[in-house]
């Protein structure tokens, strides 16, 4: 029953989804909230941070929202899996597919905990998600006292029957963020997602390891839609530029879908006996130990400058103290 951990990419979870069975629907990594024009119409965000408790004190929890899908995190390793859904299953424009379907009205009256429960033994969900899996070939064993790798959180931003909320699964129930509209959402979501953000910036720490997701309708869907409209009206200088343009972003998302999908096999693919060989040829016609030998000579020049810099910086900090 174990669920694997997966790459943060905007390739990874759309192709995710599509095996959930939901159609027309992709993921696209957001840098600037200011600029969203090119990606609308957008269904919900999905914030990656680095874990801290929350400690907002004038957070708004909603115990019970009825018709909200909102499950506590009970699976290990899965929380961007359940974040995604979380949007998937609040925006009732989406085609979801029949198991994300069946699953929704099964659990309408559950409670957040069964929710999470019942979400954790969906077996389609969790082959798909398991199916982006690394090839490991090598079992590591980490001491926990010294695994200092920081645990990473997802969590989401949807707007559900004109209200915002955000989706925890670590919380107590739904955050409710104020009134919102379709059309005006993401002006609202802004500012509090980068509120959240600054709120990891303090004296002792300045912490910017964040990712924004925005779950969006299928940008070459919407462009071939929009051809098609252009197609229909009276042909005009802007008209026909319009269209070339449209075509030229059309090729640019086919290329950039079979981009995605050769990273994908590439993550998926055990690379070990390829490189064994390698090494093993190199050895026979005798180029291994040369090659040995020059990794060290520049393993040790990178040690040596990096020495010198500090000898330097330490330097300069004790002239400065000195004038001080």
Same mark, same amino acid.
């Given at each position: 029953?174990?669920?694997?951990?997966?790459?943060?990419?905007?390739?990874?979870?759309?192709?995710?989804?599509?095996?959930?069975?939901?159609?027309?629907?992709?993921?696209?990594?957001?840098? !600037? @909230?200011?600029?969203?024009?090119?990606?609308?119409?957008?269904?919900?965000?999905?914030?990656?941070?680095?874990?801290?408790?929350?400690?907002?004190?004038?957070?708004?929890?909603?115990?019970?929202?009825?018709?909200?899908?909102?499950?506590?995190?009970?699976?290990?390793?899965?929380?961007?899996?359940?974040?995604?859904?979380?949007?998937?299953? +609040?925006?009732?424009?989406? !085609?979801?597919? !029949?198991?994300?379907?069946?699953?929704?009205?099964?659990?309408?009256?559950?409670?957040?905990?069964?929710?999470?429960?019942?979400?954790? +033994?969906?077996? %389609?969900?969790?082959?798909? #998600?398991?199916?982006?899996?690394?090839? !490991?070939?090598?079992?590591?064993?980490?001491?926990?006292?010294?695994?200092?790798?920081?645990?990473? #959180?997802?969590? %989401?931003?949807?707007?559900?029957?004109?209200?915002?909320?955000?989706?925890?699964?670590?919380?107590?129930?739904?955050?409710? #963020?104020?009134?919102?509209? +379709?059309?005006?959402?993401?002006?609202?979501?802004?500012?509090?997602?980068?509120?959240?953000?600054? %709120?990891?910036?303090?004296?002792?720490?300045?912490?910017?390891?964040?990712? @924004?997701?925005?779950?969006?309708?299928?940008?070459?869907?919407?462009?071939?839609?929009?051809?098609?409209?252009?197609?229909?009206?009276?042909?005009?200088?802007?008209?026909?530029?319009?269209?070339?343009?449209?075509? %030229?972003?059309?090729?640019?998302?086919?290329?950039?879908?079979?981009?995605?999908?050769?990273?994908?096999?590439?993550?998926?693919?055990?690379?070990?006996?390829?490189?064994?060989?390698?090494?093993?040829?190199?050895?026979?016609?005798?180029?291994?130990?040369?090659?040995?030998?020059?990794?060290?000579?520049?393993?040790?020049?990178?040690?040596?400058?990096?020495?010198?810099?500090?000898?330097?910086?330490?330097?300069?900090?004790?002239?400065?103290?000195?004038?001080?």
């Amino acid at each position: 029953m174990n669920w694997c951990t997966i790459e943060s990419d905007p390739g990874v979870f759309t192709e995710l989804i599509e095996k959930f069975g939901v159609k027309d629907i992709q993921v696209e990594e957001v840098y !600037d @909230l200011s600029d969203t024009a090119r990606l609308k119409p957008i269904y919900g965000y999905i914030l990656l941070f680095k874990y801290v408790k929350d400690t907002r004190e004038n957070k708004t929890v909603v115990p019970e929202v009825p018709g909200l899908f909102y499950a506590k995190q009970i699976i290990t390793n899965a929380c961007a899996t359940q974040a995604i859904i979380s949007i998937l299953l +609040n925006r009732p424009e989406i !085609d979801i597919g !029949d198991t994300l379907k069946n699953f929704k009205e099964m659990t309408t009256a559950f409670d957040p905990e069964m929710k999470g429960a019942a979400l954790s +033994n969906l077996n %389609s969900v969790r082959e798909a #998600h398991n199916s982006f899996k690394s090839v !490991d070939p090598f079992q590591i064993e980490i001491d926990k006292k010294e695994d200092s790798e920081d645990p990473f #959180h997802f969590i %989401s931003y949807v707007p559900f029957q004109d209200v915002l909320f955000e989706l925890d699964g670590l919380q107590q129930g739904p955050i409710l #963020h104020g009134g919102c509209t +379709n059309a005006n959402w993401l002006e609202k979501v802004r500012p509090i997602i980068e509120q959240r953000m600054q %709120s990891y910036q303090t004296e002792k720490s300045s912490e910017i390891r964040f990712t @924004l997701l925005a779950l969006t309708k299928r940008l070459q869907t919407k462009y071939e839609e929009e051809v098609a409209e252009l197609q229909k009206v009276e042909s005009t200088p802007e008209v026909e530029a319009r269209l070339g343009n449209l075509k %030229s972003l059309i090729v640019d998302e086919e290329e950039k879908r079979k981009s995605w999908a050769k990273q994908n096999v590439r993550r998926r693919h055990n690379y070990v006996p390829f490189i064994t060989g390698v090494l093993k040829a190199m050895g026979q016609i005798g180029l291994l130990s040369a090659c040995m030998d020059d990794a060290v000579e520049k393993k040790k020049a990178r040690v040596a400058a990096a020495k010198k810099k500090d000898e330097s910086t330490e330097s300069q900090d004790v002239k400065m103290a000195e004038q001080e």
